[in-house]
């Protein structure tokens, strides 16, 4: 008798079975799910329920490429084929593939916290309607196309009003590059210089060789650091003397032009400090082009 029974148990999920993979197939996204893959259907009607759950997202993932509502958001569940096995996985929908190829490239980009706006800057999206800005675009225009074939050695110094873009503009030229497998340090210098204080013990070394030895530099504000013979002999000089013997192109963006920039970096005022500031001036001035924005303030 329980044979009987046994039997009976079998044939009934089995025509269960039978009946849900039917009624499934007459979705139009597990009928093309089901195609694909090259199992039998008395095999794939056991994962009815994955399957359908694989449908509704692949369906999702062509309403909304960022697949937001499904189970692991941003990803599809996905099944295929090993050796005849039937599998499941979470593939990443087109959008989140790009957000994770946006992350390594990136990490590429930068070791010390920057804003995300500078972060995430391109060239696409830079105001362009000020004819303030006009020169510049070309500068940077040019920069690019002639640094990818091999030709640009030169940076800029970039000076200006608070708040004109000028380190959303030169983040956005390094960010282009990086996505072409260049290195770049994008570093907001007075940050830069405390980090470096605070590593001493530790990192120190590896902190400073990623902006001395980076493809490309930007020292963002530089002229808002509190000067010390220490930042401006130890650190800043040999920055500037290792890109210039290494023809490494280096940006500068500041609120003070380089005539003042100089005067500032002249902390003790007296001749040898003068002397020290012109020093690091003239590398500047041999590494980079110099350039002013003056425009309306962005960040109001």
Do not use: H
């Not at 295929?80 to 994770?100: H, I, P």
């Not at 074939?149 to 009003?161: D, Q």
């Not at 808002?224 to 963006?253: C, H, K």
Request: aromatic share 10%; glycine share 4%.
């Amino acid at each position: 008798m329980k044979d009987i029974n046994s039997i009976n148990n079998i044939k009934t999920n089995k025509n269960l079975l039978e009946k849900e993979y039917k009624e499934a197939l007459k979705d139009e996204y597990f009928k093309k799910i089901v195609s694909s893959l090259k199992i039998e259907d008395k095999e794939l009607m056991k994962y009815t329920s994955k399957i359908m759950q694989a449908a509704n997202e692949l369906k999702n993932s062509e309403q909304d490429d960022r697949c937001l509502i499904n189970e692991i958001p941003g990803f599809i569940f996905t099944p295929y084929v090993v050796d005849g096995v039937l599998n499941f996985t979470y593939k990443a929908s087109n959008a989140k593939k790009e957000e994770l190829n946006e992350v390594e490239y990136v990490k590429k980009g930068y070791k010390f916290e920057v804003s995300k706006q500078i972060r995430n800057a391109k060239m696409s999206e830079i105001y362009t309607d000020d004819k303030n800005r006009i020169e510049l675009i070309k500068w940077i225009t040019t920069f690019i196309k002639e640094y990818k074939k091999g030709n640009a050695k030169k940076g800029l110094y970039l000076s200006g009003n608070f708040g004109s873009g000028k380190s959303y503009v030169i983040s956005a030229c390094l960010n282009e590059l990086v996505k072409d497998g260049y290195t770049a340090a994008m570093i907001y210098y007075p940050e830069f210089l405390r980090i470096l204080k605070s590593s001493f013990d530790t990192d120190f070394e590896e902190q400073y060789d990623y902006a001395r030895k980076s493809d490309l530099l930007l020292l963002d504000d530089i002229g808002a650091e509190n000067v010390t013979p220490w930042s401006r002999d130890e650190i800043l000089g040999p920055i500037l003397q290792y890109r210039m013997d290494n023809n490494m192109p280096t940006f500068f963006t500041s609120n003070l032009s380089i005539e003042e920039l100089e005067i500032n970096l002249s902390e003790g005022k007296n001749t040898v400090d003068k002397l020290k500031a012109k020093r690091i001036i003239e590398r500047i001035k041999y590494l980079t082009d110099e350039l002013k924005l003056i425009s309306k303030n962005q960040r109001k």
